[in-house]
T-cell receptor, first 105, second 114 residues
Framework: GQQVMQIPQYQHVQEGEDFTTYCNSS?????IQWYKQRPGGHPVFLIQ?????EVKKQKRLTFQFGEAKKNSSLHITATQTTDVGTYFC?????FGKGTRLHILP | GAVVSQHPSRVICKSGTSVKIECRSL??????MFWYRQFPKQSLMLMAT?????????EQGVEKDKFLINHASLTLSTLTVTSAHPEDSSFYIC??????????FGPGTRLTVL
């Protein structure tokens, strides 16, 4: 089945700095989803990307789908403590390993 | 948004006992639900797909006799961990698809087997 490689595994940033996590696939994806899991919580759906080169924004979050539909990224501008958690990309029901974001005060 | 509930949220049991976990879609029908397992600081590993009215589909390496799944109705799926052992201790999460590729997750069940 389809798999996605997600990097980095961990990221520590100072509050106010930007953060980016990347997902890569060796095969062309029809779509990709992003989820956020807060510490102790469950994954929450953020967005789905479908179109080649698609860019979607949710406040400080920017999601991109590569032109070849083999990679995707999630970028957070000016991180806040509420952004703490693990961000997963997913292809349907298969999840990437996630990037754990820790914010330093 | 759609809500998925899961019960119990936490369970501690002795080795050898069986534990049943319920997953309910509260405001929508789900002919399919998914069961995941998550170890601390790790990703979600898909265990099985629960299908209403038919047998569950298990992922490779998941013992179907160990993890019994029953999708009793369009809003309820249950996972029973039979003869639980300490290595079964984990965070079990169910999900239901609300729309195309959008999963709604239950709050999870933390199982500790002593």
């Amino acid at each position: 089945g389809q798999q996605v490689m997600q990097i980095p595994q961990y990221q520590h940033v100072q509050e106010g700095e930007d953060f980016t996590t990347y997902c890569n696939s060796s095969t062309t994806l029809s779509n990709i989803q992003w989820y956020k899991q807060r510490p102790g919580g469950h994954p929450v759906f953020l967005i789905q990307l479908v179109k080649s080169g698609e860019v979607k924004k949710q406040k400080r979050l920017t999601f991109q789908f590569g032109e070849a539909k083999k990679n995707s990224s999630l970028h957070i501008t000016a991180t806040q403590t509420t952004d703490v958690g693990t961000y997963f990309c997913a292809v349907g029901i298969i999840f990437g390993k996630g990037t754990r974001l820790h914010i330093l005060p | 948004g759609a809500v998925v509930s899961q019960h119990p949220s936490r369970v501690i049991c002795k080795s050898g006992t069986s534990v049943k976990i319920e997953c309910r879609s509260l405001d929508f029908q789900a002919t399919t639900m998914f069961w995941y397992r998550q170890f601390p600081k790790q990703s979600l590993m898909l265990m099985a797909t629960s299908n209403e009215g038919s047998k569950a589909t298990y992922e490779q390496g998941v013992e179907k006799d160990k993890f019994l799944i029953n999708h009793a109705s369009l809003t309820l799926s249950t996972l029973t961990v039979t003869s639980a052992h300490p290595e079964d201790s984990s965070f079990y999460i169910c999900s239901a698809p609300f729309s195309y590729n959008e999963q709604f997750f239950g709050p999870g069940t933390r199982l500790t087997v002593l």
